[in-house]
């Protein structure tokens, strides 16, 4: 059982690139989160999902779209990278709500 | 004012000292109360889950709520060099939930 799977592990890009964070869950979760980490901040969503179909928008939404066409996957797009985007990304699962979230390893992105 | 707040440390304690972490909220309406271990360049994992004030042990941690004052806290009874971690306190309502900025915590042998 793999749990919450993100792909890459690490990434750097240039200023106006575009790229994609994968994420994959194979608990059957409902609830998929993205949030990112830096330092002094914790965790701030970025965007959720309820389900298949459903997403919506969390603290820090501008500059990236994301989409939830299957129950597993939820990448999350960075549309044209900027240095303010370089972070630590974090995907999360939920099984149904106010439940514990269980976290991939992690996407170290550095935006130069 | 952000609405979880919590004091990022760093904070260092011998082995076997009582840890007492911290964090304050603003939003009444929060309902599930977290707290979460990182290791360095790890994903947060679960430690403690209540959705009501009062105190709830597990083992050697436990967690403290009062909701009149939006206060909660997570004691570290005996605390060992394996508890050496980041300790974030997560607030909030179902999908919707807010993270403190985590408190560094090293434990020295």
């Known amino acids: 059982n793999a749990g919450v799977t993100q792909t890459p592990k690490f990434q750097v890009l240039k200023t106006g690139q575009s790229m994609t964070l994968q994420c994959a869950q194979d608990m059957n979760h409902e609830y998929m989160s993205w949030y990112r980490q830096d330092p002094g901040m914790g965790l701030r969503l970025i965007h959720y999902?309820?389900?298949?179909?459903?997403?919506d928008q969390g603290e820090v939404p501008n500059g990236y779209n994301v989409s939830r066409s299957t129950t597993e996957d939820f990448p999350l797009r960075l549309l044209s990278a900027a240095p303010s985007q370089t972070s630590v990304y974090f995907c999360?699962?939920?099984?149904?709500?106010?439940?514990?979230?269980?976290f991939g390893q992690g996407t170290r992105l550095t935006v130069v | 004012q952000k609405e979880v707040e919590q004091d990022p440390g760093p904070l260092s304690v011998p082995e076997g000292a009582i840890v007492s972490l911290n964090c304050t909220y603003s939003?009444?309406?929060?309902?599930?109360f977290m707290w979460y271990r990182q290791y360095s360049r790890k994903g947060p994992e679960l430690l403690m889950y209540?959705?009501?004030?009062g105190n709830k042990e597990d083992g050697r941690f436990t967690a403290q709520v009062d909701k009149s004052s939006k206060y909660i806290s997570l004691f570290i009874r005996d605390s060992q060099p394996s508890d050496s971690a980041t300790y974030l306190c997560?607030?909030?309502?179902?999908?919707?939930?807010?993270f403190g900025a985590g408190t560094r915590l090293t434990v020295k042998p």
């Open positions: 999902s309820v389900g298949a179909g459903i997403t």
């Open positions: 209540t959705y009501s004030s």
């Open positions: 999360a699962s939920i099984p149904r709500q106010g439940a514990r979230a269980f």
């Open positions: 939003n009444s309406a929060f309902q599930y």
């Open positions: 997560a607030i909030g309502n179902n999908n919707d939930m807010r």
